[in-house]
């Protein structure tokens, strides 16, 4: 990835997570939604994380995120 920037404050949301969801031995993501109306009715409810995301736009540079593609084409050099 090229002329992306770091955000420290998400690296220390991701990590607060991680920290999070060693310490419960609990996922820190929402699982997956169910498939249909009887599994939604008995799914467990989502795990609640404590950590709380930092607002991006004013935490971050203003080029986090970005993800620029560079590529070539080449012609096969054999005869």
């Known amino acids: ?3 992306g920037a770091d955000c420290p404050a998400i690296d220390r949301y991701r ?10 031995g609990a996922p820190t993501a929402e699982p ?18 404590t950590a709380v995301a ?8 203003a080029t986090f995120g970005n993800s ?3 590529g070539v084409t080449v012609p096969d050099p054999t005869p």
Do not use: K
């Open 54 to 61: 930092p607002p991006v736009q004013t935490s971050c540079p």
């Open 1 to 3: 990835m090229r002329n």
């Open 15 to 24: 990590e607060a997570l991680h920290d999070e969801a060693v310490a419960t």
């Open 32 to 49: 997956e939604e169910a498939r249909g109306a009887e599994d939604a009715q008995n799914a467990p409810p989502p795990p609640v994380a």
């Open 68 to 70: 620029d593609i560079f």
